[in-house]
């Protein structure tokens, strides 16, 4: 990515890059949650925390990108080393923590960086790992107050399996207070933001319900659908290696058909407003086809992207439904 800011700097070979990834295809743009996406392909939230590379997702081809997870004040994050490559899965486990410059750093950064024309900018926000959770809306709503008039939509992470008890907030009540509070303080600020939920692929169905519940009563815009996994069921790497790696969040092709099914799930019991965006596992043409499938109005990449390059991003834009 470093070297890709220094080759954005130079016009010729910015508009090369431009040229190769970022020409668009025959769909026409995506109207989702009041939002116009210039096409429907996103990086998903944990690759670029600090809102460092938006210039260069949109000239590698994405239509969005969601930065974060983005915490009120700044954090370092899980002792390194705390990402793993999992080659013969195509999959990673990342136990990084929310490390982050902090709320204001990434506003000052988005302030100060052209957008371009039709690029969509998420905001997935969450909790400092010292914040105790009966004190997490605080957090919350603060991260929401700083980049209010700097995204365009926001996402709430409350499923991240790498910062301590903070899946406990998805439960019914915790959540529920939650996402009501913020609802109030989106609303404060002219016109509220799309406000969406990113939800844990290892919920039940029971949980599942409350999810749609809730999201009906805090009108909420979307659902993520997924984040990573703390399973470690049907690897090929051998599994004294993966207990050698030790906890994290599983990203990747295992992953792929849970966070299917989860969409599967909300696409039949959502309520009618609720957008979807699809994640986890997709790395291919097929595999992003079948997500439409499945439901999604949109899908994010991360894993993929790292194992497949740029080129899958034009490739899922090629086969998206017209």
Not at 129 to 142: G, I, L, Q, S
Not at 145 to 172: A, C, M, W
Not at 288 to 302: E, F, H, P, T
Request: aromatic letters at 6%; hydrophobic letters at 40%; charged letters at 20%.
């Amino acid at each position: 990515m470093q070297t890709l800011q220094a080759m954005a700097d130079v016009p010729p070979l910015r508009a090369a890059m431009s040229r190769i990834w970022a020409a668009e295809t025959h769909h026409t743009p995506q109207e989702v949650m009041g939002l116009t996406f210039r096409n429907p392909v996103g990086l998903a939230a944990g690759f670029d925390k600090d809102a460092r590379y938006i210039r260069e997702c949109a000239l590698l081809g994405f239509g969005f990108v969601e930065i974060g997870t983005v915490t009120p004040r700044p954090q370092p994050g899980n002792p390194k080393p705390r990402l793993f490559r999992l080659p013969a899965d195509h999959a990673l486990i990342n136990r990084m923590g929310f490390n982050n410059d902090g709320a204001e750093e990434a506003a000052r950064r988005l302030a100060r960086t052209p957008r371009p024309s039709g690029f969509v900018v998420g905001g997935n926000i969450g909790k400092n790992k010292d914040t105790p959770n009966e004190h997490a809306v605080k957090d919350y709503t603060t991260c929401l107050r700083i980049l209010h008039e700097h995204v365009d939509y926001f996402v709430v992470n409350v499923s991240s399996p790498n910062t301590p008890g903070l899946r406990d907030l998805q439960e019914k009540q915790p959540l529920r207070t939650l996402l009501l509070e913020l609802q109030d303080h989106n609303a404060r600020w002219g016109r509220p933001k799309p406000l969406l939920l990113k939800i844990s692929p290892d919920l039940n169905p029971t949980q599942l319900d409350d999810i749609v519940e809730i999201a009906g009563q805090a009108r909420l815009a979307g659902l993520v659908a997924t984040n990573t996994t703390i399973s470690r069921s049907g690897l090929t790497t051998p599994a004294p290696e993966v207990d050698q790696i030790g906890a994290g969040g599983l990203s990747g092709p295992p992953l792929r058909d849970r966070a299917a099914s989860v969409l599967q799930y909300l696409h039949l019991h959502r309520p009618a407003h609720c957008a979807l965006i699809g994640v986890g596992g997709i790395d291919s043409q097929e595999t992003a086809r079948a997500r439409v499938k499945d439901g999604a109005d949109l899908i994010q990449i991360y894993t993929g992207f790292v194992y497949e390059g740029p080129r899958l991003i034009r490739e899922i834009r090629k086969a998206w439904p017209a």
